[in-house]
């Protein structure tokens, strides 16, 4: 008896054996519901765009001299026409007080010389008068005609020596301003190139040098990006986009294309893409955006809201998905009809209804068709 006890004791503990090592280990699966929502169709750029400023100038002297006054510092907001560096210009300065002393000197002369003609030729009127009625000689009154004639071309002559005197001091202004580097636009200052006392040089033709002042309008940013060339053909100026900032995560803003390069760019090693500008619409009031952020834009083609959609992660070849039924443990592989996609959801058209359950992590050991899985949320 206690042989036969101890043999069923061994069948048991064999046949436990063999079914724990034949069972087949059900892997854990992330499933999400299929539901109603926002499908865009969109092109995004291959390689990091750039944040952008609508006006920026790097300033240089346009001649060389000593650097005698810097009125700013960087960081510094500054208007349009704001004398931000100058040269040494006493020696300028000399010239055009000189020209404003003679074109004083001019403009008393012809005022002088312009009321003697008005009075000649007053002078002359009266003798005129005079000897229609015999009362003054021929010869006096021409006499006067002449005097007076003379003395208006004389009054010409002045007013003509005035406006070379005013052109000298307009000369002499100009070179004066020559020395002063001004604001061509309301910005904020990025960077100085030079110290007072330095002498500063103008940036020949073909030779690149540090600007004296870089100066960036803050007020009008945008961004910068490459798109694949195969991907440029629909977009047009217009469109809706999308930004993301590396700086600020998640964050979507809003933007609007503004400019596709008439031209394809072509760098050895790269692909070949087109640049396009995005402008915010508008520009975020919350948050200072520095020129020279990295960032991805979006650009928007179709868009379609409450639509049937699933993650494009979960989307196998040929537009099919891994669907878990409501009766089974059993993966089905169901195919569907697409209608427009992005990188984070496709749209479906036929084939899959709302509620369905289909696997979202695809790359879990073990799941395909026809295998036994474990929802994770279960």
């Known amino acids: 008896m206690k042989k036969i006890i101890v043999l069923v004791i061994l069948l048991v503990s064999v046949g436990l054996l063999v079914w724990v090592s034949t069972k087949e280990e059900m892997p854990e699966v992330a499933l999400t519901t299929i539901a109603q929502g926002l499908v865009q169709s969109t092109i995004s750029n291959t390689r990091a765009g750039t944040v952008k400023a609508c006006q920026r100038s790097k300033l240089s002297m346009p001649i060389g001299g000593r650097v005698a006054k810097l009125y700013v510092d960087e960081g510094d907001l500054v208007s349009t026409d704001q004398v931000l560096l100058e040269l ?88 004066l301003e020559l020395t002063q580097l001004k604001a061509p636009f309301n910005g904020v200052i990025a960077e100085i190139n030079g ?92 948050i200072s955006l520095l020129v020279g952020y990295s960032a991805d834009i979006s650009v928007i083609l179709q868009s379609r809201d409450q639509v049937l959609r699933v993650p494009t992660e979960a989307v196998l070849e040929d537009n099919q998905v891994l669907l878990y039924p409501s009766d089974s443990d059993k993966l089905e592989l169901r195919s569907f009809k697409a209608g427009i996609s992005n990188w984070s959801y496709t749209e479906v058209l036929e084939g899959l209804n709302l509620g369905d359950r289909i696997v979202l992590s695809l790359d879990t050991p073990g799941v395909k068709a026809g295998a036994r899985v474990k929802p994770k949320d279960d």
């Open 88 to 175: 040494w210009n006493k020696d300028q300065r000399a010239r055009t007080h000189q020209a404003a002393a003679t074109l004083k000197s001019v403009e008393l002369k012809e005022k002088q010389t312009c009321l003697n003609a008005k009075f000649d030729r007053r002078e002359s009127n009266r003798l005129q008068s005079l000897v229609t009625r015999n009362l003054a000689s021929v010869d006096k009154a021409d006499n006067a005609l002449t005097k007076a004639e003379v003395s208006e071309l004389t009054c010409l002559a002045s007013q003509a020596e005035k406006d070379v005197a005013q052109a000298a001091l307009e000369l002499q202004q100009a070179l």
């Open 195 to 286: 110290e007072v006392g330095e002498y500063v040089t103008p940036s020949p033709p073909g030779v690149a040098t540090p600007p004296a002042v870089d100066l960036i309008n803050t007020s009008c940013l945008y961004v910068t990006a490459p798109i694949d060339e195969v991907d440029a053909m629909p977009l047009r100026i217009g469109q809706p986009a999308e930004i993301k900032l590396d700086a600020f995560g998640e964050r979507i803003f809003q933007g609007k294309l503004t400019r596709i390069a008439p031209y394809v760019v072509d760098l050895e090693k790269q692909a070949r893409t087109v640049d396009v500008d995005i402008q915010f619409t508008p520009a975020p009031d919350d």
